[in-house]
């Protein structure tokens, strides 16, 4: 069965850390380029970072420099970590499993996690 599972979403304080884990089951892991997508309230689900097959990583404006995408493709996880969090992070936080288009550029697949919240407050 095709499967992600997210974890590791938490109440964290601004300026702290947390780090995500998506765990895949069922899929030829390391053939897709992953993606982790976040949704706020109100808001529409959003791309944050995604990593090619081949380990490549692009990343949001709004998260550059604060989050770090990364893959182990021997344990199939996909990871994010999440630096100086603050307040405008707050959503679910979503992997998938997707491909590149022509431009190089992602394309989000059918496979997606259930979410993990990550909420940050004081």
């Known amino acids: 069965q095709e499967r992600l599972v997210e974890s590791g979403g938490g109440l964290v304080q601004p300026g702290g850390s947390l780090r995500l884990s998506c765990v895949a089951s069922?899929?030829?892991?390391?053939?897709?380029?992953m993606g982790w997508y976040r949704q706020a309230p109100g808001k529409q689900r959003e791309l944050v970072a995604y990593?090619?097959?081949?380990?490549?990583?692009v990343y949001a404006d709004s998260v550059k420099g604060r989050f770090t995408i990364s893959r182990d493709n021997a344990e199939k996880t996909l990871y994010l970590q999440m630096n100086t969090l603050n307040l405008e992070d707050t959503a679910v936080y979503y992997c998938?499993?997707?491909?590149?288009?022509?431009?190089?550029?992602?394309?989000?697949?059918?496979?997606w996690g259930q979410g993990t919240q990550v909420t940050v407050s004081s």
């Open positions: 069922g899929i030829i892991f390391n053939v897709y380029s």
């Open positions: 998938n499993a997707g491909q590149l288009d022509g431009n190089n550029l992602y394309v989000a697949g059918y496979l």
């Open positions: 990593i090619t097959y081949r380990g490549n990583t």
